[in-house]
């Protein structure tokens, strides 16, 4: 999640606020990987892991979910960087910020709640990630949690208790982590229909 948020926050910046030719082109052919069904690159992401060599490391689980889903948080956040006023990013160039400086002290601390709504979106759809596990994981130590409760389905049986227990166990971090950023979600959810 972070790996993914660091990757598309900087892409982002770069096609919201920086002149270059092709822009606009460039930025929409990358956008057009988002139409591509992920299960059509599922065999080619398998053969390119394998080659490297990360099946059974945790690898395997975060360099595809870095390399691949960063697309939609770049389109969302390019949108937010692009509405943010010209007029504090200019003032902190005059006073001698540079890019970086801009960036890093400026931007990402006025996009905190597009941030964590995309950062809650990313943790939910990795942590039920089951199956890209279950086909490049065989270590039983390596199981993230969606496919250690896929797994409770053969492992014990039809024991429906221990089944639910399982699945009521797995969605506690979510649910804590929905708790503990709430607030910025909701802010964030909300932050493009409201201009001040």
């Known amino acids: 999640m ?4 660091a990757v598309a926050s900087i892409g ?4 919201a606020r920086f002149r270059f030719p092709g822009r606009e082109l460039l930025f929409w052919a990358i956008l057009g990987v988002l139409f591509v069904p992920g299960i059509l690159t599922f065999a080619t992401r398998f053969v390119v892991v394998s080659n ?21 948080e770049m389109f969302v ?12 990013l ?18 990402l601390p006025m996009s905190r709640p597009i941030l964590a709504t995309l950062a809650v979106m990313r943790t939910i759809d990795v942590w039920n990630e089951w199956l890209w596990p279950m086909v490049t994981i065989s270590k039983y130590e390596l199981r993230p949690m969606a496919l250690q409760v896929f797994w409770l389905q053969s492992d014990i049986g039809a024991h429906v208790g221990r089944q639910m227990a399982g699945y009521a166990i797995a969605s506690i971090p979510l649910l804590i982590l929905f708790v503990l950023f709430s607030k910025q979600f909701i802010e964030g959810l909300t932050s493009g229909s409201i201009k001040w």
Do not use: C, N
Not at 12 to 15: E, K, N, P
Not at 77 to 88: D, K, M, P, V, W
Not at 90 to 107: N, Q, S
């Open 12 to 15: 982002a910046y770069v096609f």
């Open 77 to 88: 956040l390019r949108a937010f960087f692009t509405g943010l006023s010209e007029e504090i």
């Open 52 to 72: 490297m060599g990360l099946l059974d490391t945790y690898w395997v689980m975060i360099i595809p979910i870095i390399a691949g889903a960063q697309i939609f």
């Open 90 to 107: 200019e003032a902190a160039r005059v006073d001698g910020a540079g890019v970086m400086t801009v960036f890093t002290k400026i931007v």
């Open 2 to 5: 972070i790996g993914s948020l």
